[in-house]
């Protein structure tokens, strides 16, 4: 696993010991950053469930102002902080081990909603929509986030979660991208 692209670029990012995380291959975060990027100027971004970190910091790499990583395994936490590290993007993110349900709710006492936010979550928990609503009715996605769910290819989302509408849906193999925009409203 590699930076793709930006300021880090190719720099190797470390893996999580053992078998808990599914880091996102460099094959799917090149296509990933090709349809949302491929480059940002300034966004705030919410990597839950970061595992490696590689999507937040692929978009800190590419640009993004911030990154707020969030995950519950502390193996992950630590590699997330030694990637940061090795990519010289700490001073841009701030990473936090908690469940993901319980970190919408600390995030939200900060009042900063994201501009890009990453949910792939183990593929067994199938609640990206629920947490994707959650963040909108804490005020934690901007008027025109865009929402980027990593799951199976055998489960679909489907195109709509409350306003986010799906604006594409690509299939690596098993692994399937669907990302998601909610539009400004007028």
Do not use: W
Request: proline fraction near 5%; charge should be negative.
């Amino acid at each position: 696993m590699r930076v793709i692209s930006g300021d880090a670029r190719g720099r190797a990012l470390k893996a999580v010991p053992g078998q808990s995380t599914r880091p996102t291959t460099d094959k799917v975060k090149e296509a990933l950053f090709s349809m949302i990027g491929p480059y940002f100027d300034g966004e705030r971004v919410l990597d839950l469930f970061a595992g490696t970190g590689g999507l937040g910091i692929e978009a800190l790499s590419r640009g993004a102002g911030e990154a707020v990583f969030i995950d519950a395994n502390p193996r992950s936490i630590e590699v997330v902080r030694a990637n940061l590290e090795a990519t010289r993007l700490t001073e841009k993110a701030r990473v936090y081990r908690n469940d993901a349900k319980k970190a919408i709710k600390l995030l939200e006492q900060k009042g900063e909603p994201f501009d890009l936010i990453f949910l792939d979550p183990p593929y067994a928990l199938k609640d990206c929509d629920a947490l994707l609503l959650d963040l909108l009715e804490r005020g934690l996605a901007a008027p025109d986030a865009v929402a980027v769910v990593e799951h199976e290819s055998s489960f679909d989302y489907g195109d709509r979660i409350g306003p986010f509408e799906r604006r594409r849906l690509a299939q690596y193999g098993e692994t399937a991208v669907s990302i998601y925009r909610q539009e400004e409203s007028e």
